[in-house]
């Protein structure tokens, strides 16, 4: 239930199931979490996610894996705090994969910051140079930013890739 909640949007009734589970004794796992940190994501419930998120290590001794940090700089990112967002990126213990990168490209497109646009699509090229995913958002940026020949550079390249 928890799961269909965040899934379609209902994010304070996924949250409440989650502290009812929690009252009740019912041990969170790792996909849990997941669900319980993308409901507080789309709802922009950044302190609860934050609080969620802190819980999953220190009291449930679920140690963060890949999906969590997607979660996470995606909750970050989305309410505007993308220097937080980045940061946990170059902490996390593991490699980053694309979706983590994703995530920060696609606050940065909400929250305009070029640079960091700029850093998160080269690493989405990099992780999966075929796929336009990384593409098309930084040929938007050079293009918001005014930048046409870095733009005709990104398409050039999506082409010879492919």
């Known amino acids: 239930m928890l799961a269909g909640f965040a899934i379609h949007g209902h994010s304070n009734k996924a949250l409440e199931h989650f502290k009812q589970m929690c009252k009740e004794d ?17 709802a922009g419930l950044v ?47 593991c490699k980053p994969d694309v979706v983590v990168w994703k995530a920060l490209l696609n606050a940065r497109r909400m929250h305009g910051n070029v640079e960091m646009g700029e850093r998160a699509a080269q690493q989405v090229l990099e992780l999966h140079p075929e796929n336009p995913a990384g593409y098309v958002p930084l040929s938007h940026i050079y293009t918001a930013a005014g930048h046409c020949n870095l733009n005709e550079n990104v398409q050039w390249q999506r082409k010879e890739r492919g």
């Open 47 to 93: 302190d609860e996610g934050m609080q969620c998120y802190g819980s999953m290590s220190e009291i449930y001794r679920i140690p963060a894996k890949l999906e969590h940090y997607a979660c996470m700089v995606d909750l970050l990112g989305c309410a505007g705090h993308l220097q937080e967002a980045e940061n946990m990126i170059k902490e996390m213990p």
């Open 26 to 42: 019912i041990e969170p796992d790792d996909l849990t979490f997941v669900f319980v940190l993308s409901a507080c994501s789309h």
